[in-house]
């Protein structure tokens, strides 16, 4: 209730105003009262007009909001009652008091109202008001009564707190409000009375819906009825459960008064309302319950009321008041009956108690009280005594009381509270039915007689048999017959039967519990009052348990009877025996343990008999129930019965039957009650027996009368019992220390000395120390008898002495296994592990079988006994071994799991045979076991371990790895390093407490070895820790195993990183106070080790890695975060090994790479000598790619070397020879102008001062070279080329080459003098050679003189003149053509070797001869040819200066014939550009690996390549076309366009050469020639099969002409397989089927938009390309359909998804693709989502239709709605504009014709208009444009018939939808359709137009019968589908 319905409830009867409320009432229905009222509406007059004040009195705005308050909307509602809440509280008593009248009429209607927010609201504005108001509230207090106490009572507790909220404010006081309820005693009845009068078609005046109205009416009823009950009892003085009276004692003023009023009223409204019956039958829950309220009130306070009809009448009613189902009406139902049936008790008599009442009381016992068991379950005892016993046969009643109690237990899932309420209810029921028989019966004998028929047929046949599980078979499940007698039944004949149906009948064991504690609470209540009652229980209770005994083996069930009683005695010692009963042992236990026990002994196997006795054991004690055990034993029986015998002998008698009779009894074996039988021995055990008692099982389970300290023969038959039994000792003495049960003074088991003793020493030894076979029971036994399963366990029953000797066995298993490995490294970890003297001690071994089994037995035992080797001290080196054989076992294993999965590998190494392959696979199973166990030891145990232990287990494992890495094959190491990695990572992650140590480990990991430390010998014994470097001779030949160890050592730094292996840092608290005090760490790097990465960087590869690719990374980042220390730091030290190795071994003849700019990773590693290699690598990183070290470490290094470079007087030429690495490394650091220093003045001056020192060194090398000769004369012993060399390397440029190289130049600093040496030294190999010897000179000689020339035009080209020019780009060109004839000739011999291959030939002979035929036989060749494309790109730059620099500067290069020079310089370069790419092309038809080949070559000269491809970019149409012409003249199998195919789609692809390749297809003179070849043949072919015979020159010429794509680009235009959809995203293939489709979409873009080439074009799309392409592009966007809803333009759009939008724009709005291909390399997910929106943007601009169609076809709706989505937000926006631009521009109209736009609305108007007809066309475009198609529609016509405007509609309609292009053209060629037909032009009568909507021929080919005139299109189309040559109108032969 509450809900509002809003609008959509209304109706059209409900009214709008308040005038038309009134006109809808009844006429006569009632008269209009006082002011315009009728009880609780109100009438406004007809003739007052809607503006008028109908408050006149009243404040303006709170009439205002008065009158809102009659609206029907409930938020309009709300606001008034806010509004007047706040007004109310502004305004003063006096102003408030003015309107209580008004407000009182409002008040009464609105706490009627539906919504029960309005409600509330209206309370707490009454609780405004009576604030404001206070004492004048008096005058007015009678008519607010009767609704304010209504609203205490509203159904919502929202609503009614409020209202009580509201009148506590108008009268704090109790007693006030009593007050206040007395003097409107009678007004509130009146109201009261009015409300429960109502009708809900009476309750409102307006016509609301019929559900509101009736909820409303039953919330009025239900509050009207409780308000009218507590009135009621709050007069009468009762004041339980009464809000707001419970502490008032005195009697109020005028009480008397108003109690007769309410006498009045009250016996007014029983009598009107017919004593309430009538809402005793509503629908409503509330109303029903609200009537037993005032029902109940009425009983109390108004007896006289009731007259003899009104009882018989309520009697039936009230009595009968059980079949009441709903759950919140039984409170007051249970009180109303309770009260009544105690009332008039006579009521009893006047109904038909059988029908009426017990019928219905019986089903609502039997269905749980209908789910409110908590509230009548307690009331039932309370019923029972209120019934007549006259008016009931008490016998047969109370029979059928809790036979329908019973049944209704398990009703409707009952709580645990349920449960709880009914078992108590039954108990209380049953004791009070047993205590009244007297009710029921007279005399003695019947009493008797009743109560033990209760006895029998309820606690025992009814509750006992259903704890037992019980069903007597003669009922079925009942024990009533019909009629309510008992149906008897043996318990043979129960129990026989039970099994049948205890499925049925089983209960959740909480019930059963519960049930269990009734019955145990119903004897301990007759056992002190009704004692013969209790032994008629025990004798049943006695048959039953011995029956189902004697059933036990037999029937399967009766073990679960017998459970029952295990657990009923379990219950009965928690619930009466520790409480001090006596009467379990005295009437249940005693003697049903005197007869069952010889029972029991005469079975074989019976474990829930015997666990029965062990219950009654442990509850009663030891002696008691061995009293009763053995009372019919004739050993002093008389002892134990009467008890005469001292408690000597009693005991001394116990222990003889203990000894003689239940141990051997008890230890029996190979049955189920082993268990069983143990858990009783342990129960008879007794705290001053115990010694003996203890002594006695063990010699009998172990067979040793007097145990040796040499482990001899055990009984291992009883080995299974001992393990049973010590394990139930174990688990019972953890229970103890947990407290899981409470203490108990028979069990005195938690003292561990008392269960140690020799005999169990023994037999633990001797258990330990057997040989294979091993039963489970062995370890089992070992482990109870250890303990340390857990950590925390340190329960050993065992002396130190036997636990030692167990793990010395256990360890010498252990090692027996490793001893037998397959692997070296394993049998070498076992003799590391044996203690000293213990080889000649271990067991013989047979076979690997027992090995295995004996590692196996070992494992087990440890799994359960492993912490208890906690307890050894420091000294016992046991622990170290057993904890490092666990390790080294869980290795082998592991091991032997990973090569086993490569059967053809390592395994058939060490597998020879069968045997051993099984032998392997195992192992395998068995290593799975100990990695689990080794799991589970936690890092807390290894922790609280010794530190002699630790050292000790750390030692023998890092010896273990080192010897797995040195003696493993190496071709097996890609998978034993990661391996041996990770067992290092477990050695340090389990065993190093600190930083400290851990290093400590790493060291005896690292120290030298056999193959170890193969570069540097370091020195870790002493605090310096020194390295030095070692000769080549020097080191060792074993070079694979020191790979595999520096493999190892690569991966455990990837694991722990360079500050942990390399730096050895240790966190240490700071030596200051302050840091002291402050806790802060400070990094030390006491362990480094720079030693490792020299030697890691000269062995420079290893398997799986190599220095630059994982070594050089994590120590840049490493040296990227290293906080500085003071001294030297770990990278200095690394650098001076390095400079110390390489001054040592640095000499070499030949240089290693010749460049200008820093070297690259392939440059670096084409160096031969290792420690110059490692340092050039190790500076490259430092100074160039990360970016670590600065001008500071450039300068010292750079001082470093110039002290070196010179011995005496005495040039050092391995130095010389090794400065130009270096300072090609460091260069840019000491050139780079901004030479400042962050600190003082001084520091500046000092960095000036070295300033000056280089630059003054840097002019003594200018010099020393000028003084030697010209490198053209250069001979053998001469230093030419190395100081040239060095001199070079001091003048750094960038690679990037051009006008950036230029710039970045200028910015070094240079001085003027230098600059003038340099050009002198260029100048001087000029001048002092002979040019015409240059051909003549040395290779290395050209590599150095064309370096210079690089050097002297990036630095010097300001000061040249026109003869420097000249040389330079004579040079240049000379070296160009070099490389040109090379790669022409390598063209030349491929185009050969294919001419001359057959398709017989071998593949791979092939793949020999291409490789032959590419060789270079001089490398320098290319290096040369990069510098000159180098040097040009700087002639270039300079060029393009020209209008930044002062013109006076470069005048030497304002010559026409640098022009003529450049272009033929260009021409050679593409020439070279082209060449690569024939030779590719070529080379793919040779063979399938052929164009790798030749892809490869261009890898090894990188940088070469790039330069070609920007001088290809940059070149002009004119040289490209003179190139192109060139290479056709050329005459080889492939011409231009098929090269740069190749080099686009290269399988090895060069991102520049590529980007080239596109952009020369792209561009003039190749772009026409490059995306189609076109042919002639007819369009309409004729098929043999139909004998066409048709003049193919009668066809329009424009279907002649078919285009094709090219081969090269067919294949991912039009057959596009679908496993490109499957493909990953960056893959080759797919990267190339997107740049071909930018080739495509660009080529139409070009074109003009009626060009008939492109329409062939968009037209062969159309019909033959699929739309695979649309689907790859959109895996590239990650758009979800409903990002646009949310997107905002601030919110950062998901990866992918920014790109494509972003460039789908732009390809619209520029319609070019180059920015996404430029952008593509290299490639990444983002570059090819960048490249995929670009080609969906300009597809939407150039193919419209097509990707119509596919958006078309598409049928999963989820992605048509996400590509939709796309489309509209990201680019139908541009388009459309574009479309509505165009059309708005077109230049279309004339006197006939006309176009509007309208772009807001996406709208063209058309118009056309000819002579007297005329016709407006609109062409509607979608938002989604081009995706929807263009809707066309004829808005109106003149003059034109309908079968014309249609034609013309269609022909539009075809025009727009089919025309490829613009809208614009679409139009201007349906507007010449319109004119042909105006000029007499007969349509096609095929497609109903003039002009074909293709090709926008005219019909031409002419039918020779019917004369019509069709499209060659058309009819092609018509001939091609239907098959057949006739004329599609007169089917005459065409």
């Not at 109020?252 to 309302?273: L, M, V, Y």
């Not at 290069?1453 to 640098?1458: D, H, M, S, T």
């Not at 492109?1654 to 990650?1678: G, M, N, T």
Request: hydrophobic fraction near 40%; charged fraction near 20%; aromatic fraction near 8%.
């Amino acid at each position: 209730m509450g809900r509002p319905k809003g609008e959509g409830a209304r109706s059209k009867n409900r009214p709008s105003s308040s005038s038309l409320a009134a006109s809808l009432l009844p006429t006569g229905a009632t008269s209009v009262g006082f002011g315009g009222y009728v009880g609780s509406s109100r009438l406004d007059s007809t003739h007052i007009s809607e503006d008028a004040n109908p408050f006149p009195d009243v404040d303006g705005e709170v009439a205002l909001h008065l009158k809102r308050l009659g609206r029907k909307d409930p938020t309009t509602k709300l606001k008034a009652l806010t509004s007047l809440c706040e007004l109310f509280k502004q305004k003063s008593g006096e102003e408030v008091a003015q309107i209580i009248p008004q407000w009182a009429f409002e008040y009464k209607r609105l706490l009627q109202d539906y919504n029960r927010e309005v409600r509330r609201a209206t309370n707490e504005t009454m609780t405004s008001l009576v604030i404001t108001v206070g004492r004048g509230l008096a005058p007015h207090l009678k008519s607010l009564m009767g609704p304010w106490w209504f609203s205490q009572f509203d159904p919502v507790p929202e609503v009614s707190q409020s209202a009580r909220q509201s009148l506590q404010a108008a009268f704090p006081a109790q007693d006030k409000r009593l007050d206040a309820l007395i003097l409107c005693t009678n007004e509130i009845f009146l109201y009261l009375e009015e409300n429960l009068k109502l009708t809900p078609q009476t309750m409102s005046d307006k016509a609301a819906p019929l559900d509101e109205l009736e909820e409303t009416h039953q919330q009025v009823v239900s509050s009207s009825l409780l308000a009218l009950a507590t009135l009621i009892d709050i007069l009468f003085g009762t004041q339980l459960r009464r809000p707001g009276f419970d502490n008032i004692t005195a009697e109020p003023k005028n009480a008397s008064k108003a109690r007769e009023t309410a006498i009045s009223s009250a016996g007014k409204i029983f009598s009107t309302h017919k004593y309430f019956v009538d809402f005793l039958k509503s629908q409503s829950p509330g109303i029903r319950s609200a009537t037993y309220s005032i029902l109940g009130s009425f009983i109390r306070h108004v007896p006289h009321a009731f007259n003899q009809e009104t009882i018989k009448t309520l009697s039936v009613t009230i009595l009968g008041a059980f079949q009441e189902k709903d759950p919140a009406c039984h409170s007051p139902m249970w009180e109303t009956v309770l009260l009544f049936s105690k009332k008039f008790s006579d009521s009893w008599t006047n109904a038909n108690i059988q029908k009426t009442v017990l019928n219905r009381f019986w089903i609502f016992l039997r269905n749980g009280c209908y789910g409110s068991q908590q509230v009548s379950y307690p009331n039932l005892i309370h019923f029972l005594d209120t019934i007549p016993p006259k008016a009931i046969i008490g016998e047969q009643f109370l029979l059928n009381f809790f036979q329908n109690l019973w049944a209704g237990r398990n009703q409707s899932y009952p709580s645990s509270l349920d449960r709880l309420a009914f078992f108590k209810a039954f108990q209380e029921c049953f004791l009070w039915s047993v205590h009244n028989a007297s009710r029921y019966c007279n005399g003695v004998d019947a009493i008797s007689q009743f109560r033990v028929s209760l006895m029998e047929n309820i606690l025992l046949l009814l509750l006992w048999h259903d704890y037992l599980l019980l069903v007597n078979p003669k009922s079925q499940g009942s024990v009533f017959s019909d009629n309510g007698k008992f149906n008897g039944g043996s318990s043979e004949d129960s129990i026989q039967s039970s099994g049948e149906r205890t499925k049925e009948r089983r209960y959740p064991m909480s019930d059963m519990q519960e049930l269990g504690k009734c019955i145990i609470g119903i004897l301990s209540d007759l056992s002190t009052k009704e004692g013969n009652l209790l032994s008629t229980f025990c004798a049943k209770f006695q048959e039953d348990c011995l029956e189902m005994l004697r059933q036990e083996e037999h029937l399967q069930k009766s073990s679960e009877h017998i459970e029952q009683v295990v657990n009923f005695f379990s219950l009965l010692g928690n619930e009466a025996v520790q409480k001090g009963e006596k009467w379990p042992l005295d009437y249940l236990a005693g003697p049903l343990m005197a007869k069952s026990f010889p029972l029991i002994r005469s079975m074989q196997d019976s474990p829930e008999a015997v666990r029965l006795l062990s219950i009654m054991a442990s509850i009663f004690g030891p002696q008691e129930v061995g009293s009763q055990l053995f009372v019919s034993e004739t050993r002093d029986s008389s002892i134990h019965l009467s008890g005469d015998g001292d408690h000597e002998s009693r005991t001394k008698h116990f222990l003889q039957v203990f000894k003689e009779d239940v141990v051997p009894w008890c230890l029996r074996r190979n049955n189920r009650s082993m268990s069983a039988c143990l858990d009783l021995l342990l129960a008879l055990l007794d705290n001053e027996c115990f010694v003996e008692q203890w002594s006695s099982i063990l010699t009998y389970a172990t067979k040793l009368e007097n145990p040796s300290p040499v482990p001899g023969p055990v009984d291992f038959d009883h080995v299974a019992v001992l393990a049973m039994l010590m394990e139930k000792i174990r688990k019972e003495i953890s229970k103890r220390k947990r407290k899981v049960e409470p203490e108990s003074n028979i069990w005195q088991g938690s003292d561990l000395e008392r269960w140690k003793h020799k005999l169990l020493d023994s037999a633990a030894v001797s258990v330990a120390c057997c040989s294979p076979p091993f039963t489970t029971s062995y370890a089992c036994f070992l482990r109870s008898v250890l303990g340390g399963s857990v950590e925390d366990d340190k329960t050993s029953f065992l002396s130190r002495d036997a636990t030692v000797r167990i793990f010395e066995e256990v360890l010498k298993k252990i090692i027996i296994f490793l001893m037998n490995s397959s692997f070296p490294w394993a049998k070498h970890a076992s003799s590391l592990i044996l203690l000293t003297g213990e080889k000649d001690t271990l067991p013989k071994c047979e076979s690997y079988d027992n090995a295995l089994e004996m590692a196996q037995f070992a494992l087990e035992v440890l799994e359960g006994s492993f912490f208890c080797l906690k307890t050894f001290d420091e000294k016992c080196e046991l622990v170290s071994c057993i904890s490092a054989a666990i390790f080294i076992i869980d290795w082998e294993c592991r091991m032997a799991a990973q090569v086993t999965l490569d059967e053809g590998s390592m395994i058939s190494e060490y597998v020879g045979d069968g045997e051993s392959r099984k032998k392997f696979h195992v192992n395998i199973d068995f290593g799975e076991s100990i990695h689990a166990f080794r799991c589970k030891i936690s890092t807390d145990f290894w922790n609280s371990l010794s530190m002699h232990n630790l050292n000790r287990l750390g030692s023998i494992l890092i010896q273990t790895i080192r010897s797995t890495i040195m003696e493993t094959d190496t071709s097996y190491m890609e998978k034993i390093t990661p391996l041996c990695c990770q067992w290092m990572l477990e050695v340090l992650e389990y065993l190093c407490w600190d930083c400290t140590q851990e290093q400590n480990m790493l060291d005896q990991l690292l120290d030298e070895g056999s193959y170890w430390q193969s570069w540097v010998l370091a020195t870790l014994s002493n605090v310096s820790r020194s390295a030095t470097s070692k000769l080549k001779n020097a080191v060792d030949t074993h070079t694979s195993r020191h790979h595999q160890f520096v493999a190892f050592v690569d991966k455990l730094i990837s694991a722990l990183g360079v500050s942990k292996v390399i730096a050895g840092s240790v966190l240490q608290t700071a030596s200051s106070s302050a840091a002291e005090a402050a806790g802060e760490l400070v990094q030390s790097h006491s362990y480094s080790r720079a030693w490792l990465a020299a030697e890691m960087l000269c062995t420079w590869k290893w398997q799986g890695g190599n220095a630059l690719g994982s070594f050089l990374p994590l120590l840049s980042d490493y040296a990227k975060s290293e906080k500085s220390v003071p001294g030297e730091s770990l990278l200095d030290s690394i650098v001076n090994i390095l400079l110390g190795g390489a001054l040592l071994n640095g000499y070499s003849d030949e240089l290693s790479f010749s460049n200008i700019w820093p070297a690259s990773d392939d440059e670096i590693e084409s160096i031969q000598e290792p420690f110059l290699r490692a340092l050039v690598s190790l500076l490259s990183t430092l100074f160039i790619k990360a970016n670590v070290w600065g001008k500071e470490k450039a300068v010292s290094l750079y001082e470093s070397l110039v002290d070196k470079l010179f011995i005496g007087m005495t040039v050092n030429r391995i130095c010389l020879r090794i400065l130009p690495f270096v300072m090609n490394t460091i260069i840019k650091h000491l050139r780079s102008r901004s030479i400042e220093s962050d600190g003082s003045c001084e520091d500046a001056q000092l960095y000036s001062l070295k300033k000056n020192q280089i630059q003054g060194t840097m002019k003594d090398w200018l010099q020393r070279a000028l003084l030697l000769p010209p490198l053209i004369t250069w001979k053998e012993g001469q230093d030419v080329e190395e100081w040239v060399q060095l001199i070079i390397s001091c003048y750094p440029l960038s690679e990037i080459g051009g006008v950036g190289t230029i710039k970045m130049a200028l910015r070094r600093d240079l001085s003027h003098s230098e600059e003038k040496m340099l050009l002198e030294l260029f100048r001087k190999q000029r001048c002092d050679g002979d040019a015409s010897n240059t051909a003549n000179q040395l290779s290395a000689v050209q590599v150095i003189l064309s370096k210079l020339i690089v050097v002297s035009v990036a630095y010097c080209w300001k000061n040249f003149d026109v003869d420097d020019w000249d040389f330079v780009l004579s040079q240049v060109r000379g070296w160009i053509e070099s490389a040109v004839l090379l790669m022409e000739e390598i063209a030349e011999n491929i185009d050969n070797l294919v001419t001359n291959t057959t398709a017989s030939d071998n593949s791979e002979v092939t793949a020999k001869k291409l490789e032959k035929a590419i060789w270079i036989s001089d490398p320098y060749i290319m290096t040369i040819a990069r510098n000159a494309l180098f040097a040009f790109s700087l002639f270039c730059g300079l060029i393009e200066l020209q209008q930044e620099e002062n013109a006076e500067l470069i005048t030497s290069l304002q010559n026409e014939k640098w022009d003529i020079i450049k272009n033929r310089i260009l021409e050679d370069v593409l020439r070279l550009f082209f060449a690569t790419g024939i030779a590719e092309a070529i080379a793919s038809s040779c063979c399938p690996e052929g164009a790798s080949i030749i892809a490869s070559t261009r890898l090894a000269h990188l940088h070469f390549w790039e330069l070609v491809a920007s001088n290809v970019i940059s070149s002009s149409n004119h040289v490209r076309n003179v190139a192109v012409k060139s290479i056709e003249l050329w005459g080889l199998s492939n011409g231009p366009i098929s090269s740069l195919y190749a080099i686009l789609f290269s399988s090895k692809p060069t991102s520049s050469l590529q980007l080239a390749a596109f952009l020369i297809l792209t561009t003039e003179p190749l772009s026409h020639l490059a995306i189609t070849k076109e042919d002639t043949a007819s369009c309409l072919g004729c098929d043999s099969t139909d004998n066409l015979d048709i003049n193919q020159s009668r066809f329009d010429s424009s279907a002649e002409e078919t285009v094709h794509f090219r081969e090269e680009i067919s294949c991912m235009i039009e057959k596009s397989s679908y496993e490109i959809l499957e493909m990953e995203l960056v893959a080759q293939h797919r990267v190339n089927v997107f740049i071909a489709w930018a080739l495509v979409v660009s080529h139409l873009h070009s074109l003009p938009s009626s060009s008939p080439a492109k329409e062939r074009i968009v037209q062969c799309i159309l019909d033959s390309a699929d739309s695979i392409i649309l689907h790859c592009i959109f895996q590239h966007i990650p758009w979800k359909f409903g990002m646009g809803q949310n997107w905002k333009k601030d919110v950062q759009l998901p990866a992918g998804v920014s790109e494509a939008a972003t460039a789908a724009g732009r390809a619209i709005t520029t319609g070019s693709l180059l920015f996404a291909v430029e952008s593509l390399w290299p490639i990444g997910t983002e570059q090819m989502a960048s490249l995929a929106g670009a080609l969906y943007g300009l597809m939407l601009r150039v193919l419209p239709a097509y990707v119509r169609d596919f958006f078309a076809g598409l049928r999963d709706r989820s992605t048509s709605s996400t590509i939709e989505s796309f489309t509209k937000l990201w680019c139908s926006p541009p388009l459309l504009e574009d479309e509505m631009s165009q059309i708005k521009m077109a230049n279309v109209a004339d006197e006939n014709f006309s176009i509007s736009v309208n772009k807001t609305a996406f709208e063209v108007v058309a118009t056309y208009k000819k002579e007297e007809s005329g016709m407006d066309l609109v062409i509607r475009l979608p938002i989604s444009y081009p995706l929807r198609p263009v809707d066309v529609d004829c808005t109106s016509s003149l003059g034109i018939s309908e079968s014309k405007k249609r034609k013309w509609l269609m022909s539009l309609t075809a025009f727009v939808r089919y025309q490829n292009g613009a809208l614009a053209e679409a139009i201007r060629i349906w507007k010449s359709n319109f004119d042909k037909e105006f000029l007499g032009v007969e349509e096609c009568p095929i497609c109903y137009s003039i002009i074909h909507t293709s090709n926008h021929s005219l019909p031409r080919l002419a039918c020779k019968t019917c004369k019509h005139k069709f499209h060659g299109g058309c009819l092609y189309k018509w001939f091609s589908t239907s098959h057949k040559s006739t004329c599609p109108l007169c089917q005459s032969p065409f």
